[in-house]
Antibody, heavy 123, light 108 residues
């Protein structure tokens, strides 16, 4: 069974930092592109960024609002994805979802999402 | 960057009716478009990927079409559980992988 579980959310002051983790299991993590998507309260979905699998270069891309402040990384030995968030702003307040790319195996094609981690940026 | 514009913002329909949702890209995204359904308090659920491929377990009443800049999600006959918000997302080789602003399908 595929599982994707975020952790590390919480309350942080503007200008502060927070690191989210995403523990993955049930699929070959090292072969998957992984993304972070966020959703501010009452708003739509916003792509934050993704990181490619190492065989595709292992590089990360970011949405303009977070570029230069957020860093996505991965530890394939621990099947874990990270989102380091620095210089946080009140507008970064959102539920942050960890998600896989579309994975096809044994005739099943799906992507997988965690339950989300709430990040609140407030003084 | 390709901006995705979804229409209408809200669709008011009755169970059994056909729903047609539109997603227009500001520049071509080829067939690299996905559709998601989201219900309150839940993570999004993938319905369609690569414009027209249904994800596993998605009922046949959901279908996707289009390529380039114009895409459509059709729900052939609305079931009570289909009332939700729907998002399109482009996944080309050139990030960002933007989402549309969403279409809410509500019960009339």
């Amino acid at each position: 069974e595929v599982q994707v579980v975020e952790s590390g959310g919480g309350l942080v002051k503007p200008g502060g930092s927070l690191r989210l983790s995403c523990a993955a299991s049930g699929f070959t993590f090292s072969k998957a592109w992984m993304s972070w998507v966020r959703q501010a309260p009452g708003k739509g979905l916003e792509w934050v960024g993704h990181i490619k699998k190492k065989s595709d270069g292992g590089t990360a891309d970011y949405a303009a609002p977070v570029k230069g402040r957020f860093t996505i990384s991965r530890d394939d030995s621990k099947n874990t994805l990270f989102l380091q968030m620095n210089s946080l702003k009140t507008e970064d307040t959102a539920v942050y979802f960890c998600t896989t790319d579309v994975l096809c195996s044994g005739g099943i094609c799906l992507d997988y999402w965690g339950q989300g981690a709430l990040v609140t940026v407030s003084s | 960057e390709s901006v995705l514009t979804q229409s209408p913002a809200t669709l008011s329909l009755s169970p059994g009716q056909r729903a047609t949702l539109s997603c227009r890209a500001s520049q071509s995204v080829s067939s690299k478009l996905a559709w998601y359904q989201q219900k309150p308090g839940q993570a999004p659920r993938l319905l369609i990927y690569d414009a027209s491929n249904r994800a596993t377990g998605i009922p046949a009443r959901f279908s996707g079409s289009g390529s380039g800049t114009d895409f459509t999600l059709t729900i052939s006959s609305l079931e009570p559980e289909d009332f939700a918000v729907y998002y399109c997302q482009q996944r080309t080789n050139w990030p960002p992988w933007t989402f549309g602003q969403g279409t809410k399908v509500e019960i009339k």
